[in-house]
């Protein structure tokens, strides 16, 4: 998962990343399968107007 983070700060893509629904482009979810069990993290990638 850190890998998947790690390529969003990078402005690239990792396979287990995709758009998070109903926030826009700009929110990636990120899913790990593991011993049967599934961990989620979300990664913001841009605001606009952030500073």
Do not use: N, W
């Amino acid at each position: 998962m850190g890998f998947s983070i790690y390529r969003a700060q990078h402005g690239r893509r990792h396979r287990d990343a995709k758009p998070l629904r109903g926030f826009g482009p700009g929110v990636v979810e990120i899913v790990a399968r593991h011993d049967g069990d599934t961990f989620r993290a979300v990664d913001t990638v841009r605001f606009e107007g952030a500073v």
